[in-house]
């Protein structure tokens, strides 16, 4: 290319404290994912195929058509290069367009693997693996979302046929949402209500083919298409989410899921030995993933506003110099600095989620249940906390960068477009928090993460040592703030439902205070998940320092978000919250001169940012200028329209115009 | 039309208290607001070329065009019908669809009448008036937003033509993101560095011709465009938000915009005996018109979400029958009702900015300018806050109608896309929050909304009187804990602003702090006005006791919010502020019934809120499900791209695919 070299961030670089390279493998969780994450990273930036420059132009059709060429290029790439499934799931990963296969790898195939018998398995997966099927996850409805237990979808069985009858009874029925299903997909798990014998068993999946493999066609009996336009310029328009209702389509028998349960060519329901229980190991597993896509999200927003906001210069000229760089202004870094912490909290509690899932896992197999619910409970809390600040994170930092964030050249409208539906889908946000409630609330021996309540007594009592600033670099002190918190509002909660007669009223009026005390209880999983991070070996020269500065950022920046909750239940006095505002400021001229340093440690390219104003090189204006000559409306000088619509007008001519 | 007539929601609306023609008429301001508001908006809603429902899909271009189309066919309209100038400007709002028109008349206009000598109005106005030329206001540039005296653009006194050369020296100084400049306006005012025999006189208006009114074409040393893709899926992509630069281009010297100083043919700058400050006047008036547009987009999310939730169920199912609404969970309310009460807020609030806005108007004619810095403070800090609300308040009510919030059938997208570049344009709102701030601090005479801080002695040392819940629906207690909160911590700013040597760095320094004081102020006039307002008398039953319920639920949803800042100023104790979240639970029983009937009171058609969900009728899910089918992917059953992309995936053969 014959580009000019610039690196207008030079200077910033030159600042930072720390060793990058270290702190680009304590992100990625290892040198090996490092080494794999940035190798498909460069592929895929380099192939012309995988360009997403003209992605928020494309009416619907075209981007569509767009998405379907990348993903058989991608399809094609894994098989050719002879890709690894973690370098697989990487690449696809990295071409960052929502995309039919994002459910057939996701949702299809796990669910085929998590609720299929042996022989199920044996028959299904191969054909998915090598996509001679491409299936997708039937299970919301129109008028059913997160109520599983509420879809109307039926499978009536028929012993004269040894067959089920998959069945849409009313309008809102309809299967709708699911990704990949509008126009693509030849298979689907569809969920519906398993009836035998008149007898209504709950929920179950059933594999339903729904297109021919000839010639792509519906299948008799099944009406399939897209559901319309969403959110944003390209973003999930790029995916034929779907509706689907079926006329009394039949199944063979062996294609309903029966690893749980079983129906037998006599009708007979069967529940098998393996507990149902078993399936919210797939949730736990899915939302862990949630979990850390939420800090990939939050993490490319921080680096877009960070990168700008030390280009960016906006008053403070004095003597006719430079304006100052916005990223120097306190009120920029109080809004900027904590979103940049919690892409790195969030970073480290998901990599601790993803160690539960495994430590789950080997359990299940042991016939080990007992941490399930705990488990179940604290991935959904924390997809909840995660998801909800990620996407009001990714909205800040746009606004962070001032009216050009609102340019697609900025990448962070898509950002924001494509990133919003994760607290919606994998269950509502509030929703999920109530379930933390409960569980919260169960009385089940306490573990892992609800241990600190089994110091009651100390909790409700305790007062915090804080006297100076200082002090709160502490983590000890931080960690029983957070914790004294928590359990007294869990406490508060506790007394006023007890002043219920009926709890399951109590419940209902209380449940907005509820979900406060279950995200301070998420909040404080978070925080000492961090601290624990950092009582490991961590090498590299100031990487550690610059990471206690981020836990102390995260942490406290919350303490004075929420003051409210940890003066009100006394675990703080209005003197140490002050403190700890006080060190907050500090902190964050520390963190200043690493700015830069501690978001290029996500290794992230220019292609997988997509973004202008986040260029690594910071050459933002030029590039801003460039891009805008791209749009279409420039392709000619007058626009189309204006003898029609505008000189009509101007001169005068408007009555006799036909319109 | 042949449909049924269905009203899903008539049970709702028979749930009322209060008379619902009367609240019309309190939002809408009079019967006269009212009444034409009604008429200009069914005109809108029953004219096909003013239909809505394509926007989302329109490529760039045709979108443009179809934007063009409606802008003439309405100046058509209202010229034909002969509507007044205040109907015109109601039909431009309903169209409700960004473009060049809305600067023409919003800002070029505006900007001649209040920079212009008489003169130049005499010349100018009539050309703009009937559109023989079209304006737009350009003023900020690539690199520079909110700061106007960094401008760069210079406008040169050249006297031996009587001309100025306008210039655009650097890159950075390419005016940007003027809508209607892209491809449409022939004229601009144009904000230049005034620089006279070698010497900058700051930054000045001027009226530039940018193209030939025969053939359209950019004139010599122009060069202009549109700056591309915005937020969204038709939004602000219907406006031509354009770049311009300018190669020494000449223009008269009589079009320097000369009310507040001129240019002599000599070359000699002479101030006129117009203050500066009258440009405040301006900013006021654009100012309190966000205020009213912030109630307005608040209500319209409002409306959605909140029939949306009276038409959506979930969970709750008992002995089978149907589930739960989900406007009846605590949760839900808990989000939605403070929402709701904010939008009326909002209203009562720009009503008393627009009789500020007339009284600063009747005072600057008599030469006094004695309110305007208050007056000026005062708007920044409420566009500010309310701005910043209601775009997360559209957000959330988005949220809040789960996944299908997501479809851009829901108009939530649409909204919330078009709506957040308030919260940047007309200065960026943490700026604005701290011109507020250094208006509080200046010591300048306390009027106003101001006064209270007058009662300084009182406020420093009152204690909240309240001592159970129902002691929050008393107005005064409230006004007295909000002022106190506002107070206290202003004072406590000062006190630490104290403790720097140099106030520019104190003030720098603590800058996050005073952005949360004057938040607290601001918030405060909000509650102060609701408050006034229902002194006032206020007709029709049970019209004010719902605006009590939704008053007390504004402030009290706020202190609970900012539970944090009441505690740490020692305003209220933690068990006052307990209470106040006892009867705000209860209030939100009481508003419940009303719901439904309280967003009716805004009195929007459906094609005005352009959303599926929100829809008066409540007839969600058969209109979903038709909507659906309209997208483009559905016009054929197997997709374009299927034959190249997909069937050779699922036949094995993509190793021979060209792709």
């Known amino acids: 290319m014959a580009t000019e070299r610039v690196d207008n961030l030079a200077g910033e670089r030159r600042k930072a404290e720390f060793d990058v390279e270290a702190m680009k493998i304590v992100w990625a969780g290892s040198k090996h994912d490092l080494d794999v994450s940035d190798r498909i990273a460069r592929l895929v930036a380099s192939d012309p195929v995988f360009g997403k420059d003209t992605r928020t132009t494309l009416d619907r059709k075209e981007l569509f058509k767009n998405t379907l060429r990348k993903v058989a290029h991608a399809w094609k790439q894994i098989n050719e290069l002879r890709l690894t499934e973690e370098e697989a799931s990487r690449l696809r990963f990295y071409i960052d367009q929502p995309a039919y296969v994002d459910l057939h790898w996701g949702m299809f195939l796990p669910a085929i693997k998590g609720q299929g018998t042996e022989e199920q398995q044996a028959k299904w997966l191969p054909l998915a693996y090598k996509m001679q099927i491409i299936g997708c996850y039937a299970q919301t409805e129109l008028g059913h979302g997160s109520n599983v237990q509420g879809l109307e979808t039926t499978a009536t069985f028929d012993p004269q046929t040894d067959e089920f009858i998959i069945h849409s009874p009313t309008l809102t029925s309809s299967k709708w949402w699911p990704g990949g299903l509008g126009k693509v997909s030849t298979h689907a798990v569809v969920y519906a209500r398993l009836i035998v014998d008149g007898k209504d068993y709950g929920v179950n999946g059933f594999i339903v083919q729904l297109r021919s493999l000839d010639d792509h066609s519906p299948l008799p009996g099944i009406t399939v298409g897209d559901i319309g336009m969403k959110f944003g310029n390209g973003a999930y328009n790029s995916m034929d989410n779907g509706v689907l209702t079926f006329d009394n389509v039949r199944i063979p028998r062996d294609q309903m899921l029966m690893r749980v349960a079983k129906v037998t060519r006599e009708g007979k329901y069967v529940p098998s030995d393996v507990p149902r229980q078993i399936l919210y190991g797939t949730m736990v597993y899915v939302r862990q993933g949630i979990v850390s896509d939420a800090s990939i999200a939050l993490s490319r927003a921080v680096t877009i506003a960070t990168r700008y906001s030390a280009v960016r210069r906006q008053f403070g000229s004095q003597n006719g110099g430079p304006e100052t760089k916005v990223i120097d202004y306190k009120t920029q870094q109080s809004r900027l600095f904590p979103l940049l912490a919690t892409a790195y909290a969030y970073r480290f509690v998901s990599e601790w989620l993803s160690s539960l899932y495994t430590d789950v896992t080997q359990r299940l197999q042991a016939n080990d249940f007992s941490v399930l619910p705990e488990a179940h409970a604290c991935t959904a809390g924390l997809k909840s906390l995660t998801t909800s600040i990620t996407a009001d994170g990714i909205e800040e930092c746009r606004k962070l960068c001032g009216g050009h964030g609102y340019l697609c050249s900025s990448g962070l409208p898509e950002l924001f477009a494509v990133y919003v539906p994760t607290c919606t889908y994998e269950g509502d946000n509030v929703v999920l928090q109530l379930q933390t409630v409960a569980q919260l609330g169960s009385g089940e021996p306490l573990v892992g993460t609800t241990a600190y309540m089994g110091r009651a007594e100390h909790l409700l009592q305790c007062k915090s040592s804080v006297q100076n600033p200082e002090d709160w670099l502490n983590p000890d002190v931080v960690l029983e703030a957070f914790e004294s918190r928590a359990f007294r509002m869990s406490v508060d909660c506790a007394k006023n439902l007890a002043k219920f007669s009926k709890p399951k009223e109590g419940f209902s009026e209380l449940s907005a205070d509820l979900v406060e005390a279950a995200i301070a209880h998420c909040q404080l999983i978070v925080v000492s998940k961090f601290i624990d991070k950092l ?125």
Chains 1, 2 share one sequence.
């Open 535 to 659: 009582k490991q070996d961590i090498p590299g020269a100031g990487v550690k320092q610059q990471l206690e500065i981020l836990c102390s950022i995260y942490a406290l920046h919350l303490l004075h978000k929420h003051a409210g909750e940890f003066l009100s239940t006394g675990s703080l006095t209005s003197k140490q919250v002050a403190l700890a505002n006080d060190i907050l400021r500090s902190l964050y001229s520390k963190l200043r001169p690493n700015a830069i340093a501690l978001v290029d440690s996500f290794n992230y390219t220019d292609h997988f940012l997509g973004s202008v104003l986040g260029r690594y090189d910071g050459n933002v204006y030029p590039k801003l200028y460039e891009e805008a000559w791209k749009d279409p409306l420039n392709e000619t000088v007058v626009p189309e329209g204006y003898h029609e619509f505008v000189r009509p007008i101007l001169k005068q001519h408007l009555r006799m115009a036909r319109l």
